[in-house]
């Protein structure tokens, strides 16, 4: 490892060795379905020779997962991370240490079992092809691994010395910590929820593939054909419902095990998580532009909310998981997280939010109505039963529901560091974002509006999302906030009507 | 803030052109449109009774698009620049006012069409680190659009860190 450590021109190093192992055995697990399915339909006819033709099939496919450990090269120089892959089509990818946004580590099963991780290096630009924003070490030992973390994502180390080491984790301060009380959110995410379905539906499936009646386990059927229909019916919601209780809190545990988010000296925010397959992600406070709490319509039942990071690099709204904070947790806890991360007490999020004018229910109201009315009206003339128009027409209540919810949900302040927003229709969105973070503003107004004198004012920023909006605010009230959140942006701009004559704020001055 | 507040336009508008240039497309909109449903009226006789009056009515509202869109956007399309920030207003139904601060332009692009081409007009895109931030100065007429591609890109290189 001196090698890498060396300043200069530092040598090129190969992965961990152990992937000569590690490479072959993953992917014959995930030719394992394959093999299955060409022994299996081949019963009877050939078997030998099906056999022989897998096995050929197999080493080849072994054979080329270790000739990438011979092809693959890696150095960490002062400027630059190289990967050098490939024998007959070379290729060298480099990444500037400058334009480093994340370093994660991850480890699956296999790679645990030989102690070690898969290094994914990204710059978060939003380039075209993967292969521009990523660099992938797949695997170097867990401790070089940390070691490269550490010094990737060290702003000091550009050029200096090696100072990573023990120093570096015992100066961590621990920000949040899985509690195990939290499972009950578990069955509260939509997530989960669609991959138990998609498990149950691959399970129910696969039996019967092989044949087994998955409803004629130990007679069953029989009896259930002497009860009533639904008695039937209910026992499938009642095992329908307790494989997604049961499955979703599997895997709330296999992803949040362990999950600890702490900050690390020299700025880094580190989440930790995972049972089977341990995930680290790294952050730099100083890409961090704020957080948004965000309370799904099932969390919000629970009184539940996630914490997400707004920050650059991450790409796209909600970084795609990578941003997230705190796994489901109670809505105080999200809120403190939020006021750990941001350094804040309290936290902006949880600041008492101004009202949006009642215009904005009314807008809310017409807009979840109006489409009800006119498709249940349009279905009265249409030939069908009359029936299926009233229920349309039933659904009315749910959309006025939403309205009500939606327009309570709108609101805005101001913080001395902070613009905070809220707004969403079941799933509920709160940003605090940093004032410094804005780069510009967008005011737009529809025609009806411009009738209600509202407009939505968008505070654009180069983390997440691009844009935060505080919608449907009085105009005087949301210029006004703009303005005050970035001083001298937007100000020249706006007119203040002082007794009949307008003046912008420089030329009163 | 007691005192009621709203955005001033920008100072200058868009080239006079752009209205030929956006009643140009409005046409090959409309056309989009209408000329199928003509096609359907003169092959197939059996929908004439109410493939007809469907097509007066686009024809009207389309009519009106064109006569009532390229002046209205006209009158809202504006922009300036200061030292400090590029401002514009764009839209026309529902409209838009778009600021950005020197100091976070990360690029600036021109781009002409085969439409703008023909009626010496621009397209001036200036982008900053937000995917949402991007400021279209739409119907510039040519040579403004030139000077004030040079303006900004000279003012931005003189701004240093990455404009995030």
Do not use: C
């Amino acid at each position: 490892m001196t090698a890498v450590m060396a300043p200069g021109e530092p040598d090129w190093q190969r992965l961990n060795p152990w992937m000569l192992a590690v490479t072959p055995l993953r992917q014959l697990a995930g030719l394992l379905p394959v093999i299955a399915v060409v022994v299996v339909i081949g019963i009877g006819q050939d078997v030998g020779g099906r056999i022989y033709s897998v096995l050929v099939g197999v080493l080849v496919v072994m054979f080329t997962g270790m000739l990438r450990w011979f092809t693959t090269r890696y150095r960490i120089t002062s400027e630059r991370v190289e990967l050098r892959t490939g024998l007959v089509f070379r290729s060298t990818r480099s990444v500037a240490r400058d334009r480093i946004r994340s370093v994660d580590v991850t480890a699956g099963p296999i790679h645990r079992l030989f102690q070690l991780s898969v290094v994914k290096i990204g710059t978060g630009e939003r380039a075209e092809r993967r292969e521009a924003r990523e660099l992938t070490l797949d695997a170097i030992s867990a401790a070089e691994a940390d070691r490269v973390r550490q010094r990737l994502l060290d702003p000091l180390d550009v050029g200096g010395p090696d100072r990573s080491g023990a120093t570096v984790a015992s100066a961590a301060t621990e920000l949040a910590a899985l509690s195990w009380s939290w499972l009950r959110f578990a069955p509260l995410t939509v997530s989960s929820l669609v991959a138990v379905v998609a498990v149950a539906g691959a399970v129910g499936q696969l039996i019967n593939d092989v044949g087994a009646n998955a409803v004629d386990v130990g007679g069953v059927r029989e009896k259930l054909t002497m009860a009533p229909l639904w008695v039937g019916i209910a026992a499938f919601a009642v095992l329908v419902l307790m494989i997604a209780l049961g499955g979703s809190a599997l895997i709330f545990i296999e992803a949040w095990w362990g999950f600890t988010l702490v900050r690390e000296l020299g700025g880094t925010l580190r989440i930790r998580r995972g049972l089977f397959t341990t995930r680290s992600v790294s952050l730099e406070e100083r890409r961090l532009r704020g957080v948004e709490v965000v309370e799904s319509p099932l969390l919000r039942v629970g009184r539940g909310a996630r914490t997400v990071a707004v920050a650059t690099g991450l790409g796209g709204r909600r970084g795609h998981g990578r941003g997230t904070l705190l796994p489901p947790a109670p809505r105080s806890e999200a809120h403190r997280v939020s006021g750990a991360v941001l350094a804040e007490d309290p936290s902006p999020t949880a600041t008492t939010l101004r009202r949006h004018p009642l215009v904005a229910l009314r807008r809310r109201l017409v807009r979840a109505t109006v489409p009800v009315l006119v498709a249940s009206a349009a279905l009265w003339l249409a030939p069908v039963p009359s029936w299926v128009a009233w229920a349309v027409l039933g659904l009315l209540p749910v959309a006025v529901l939403v309205a009500l919810d939606a327009y309570r949900n709108l609101g805005h302040a101001l913080t001395s560091r902070y613009l905070v927003t809220r707004h969403g229709a079941g799933v509920r969105g709160t940003v605090a974002l940093q004032r410094a973070g804005v780069i510009g503003w967008t005011v737009s107004q529809s025609l009806l509006q411009r009738r209600t004198g509202l407009i939505t004012v968008t505070a654009t920023t180069a983390a997440g999302s691009g844009g935060y909006s505080v919608i449907d605010v009085e105009t005087a009230e949301g210029l006004a906030v703009a303005e005050q959140a970035v001083p001298g942006l937007l100000e020249p701009f706006v007119l203040h009507e002082v007794d009949g004559v307008a003046h912008t704020l420089g030329s009163t001055a | 803030m007691s005192e009621p507040l709203r955005l001033r336009p920008p100072r200058h508008r868009v080239s006079r052109r752009a209205i030929i240039w956006w009643s140009t497309q409005a046409a090959a909109e409309v056309a989009a449109v209408l000329v199928p449903l003509v096609i359907g009226i003169l092959a197939w006789a059996d929908a004439r009774p109410w493939l007809i009056p469907g097509t007066v009515a686009v024809a009207i509202i389309g009519l009106g698009y064109l006569l009532v869109m390229p002046r209205w956007r006209f009158r809202v399309h504006r922009w300036e620049t200061t030292d400090d920030a590029v401002y514009t207003s764009a839209g026309w139904i529902s409209q838009q006012w778009r600021v950005a601060p020197m100091s976070r332009i990360q690029t600036v692009d021109t781009e002409r069409g085969p439409l703008q081409q023909l009626f010496g007009l621009a397209t001036v895109t200036v982008t900053t680190a937000s995917a949402a931030g991007a400021l279209r100065l739409a119907g510039l007429d040519r040579a403004v659009a030139n000077d004030l591609v040079e303006r900004l890109t000279e003012t931005t290189q003189a701004t240093p860190g990455d404009a995030t």
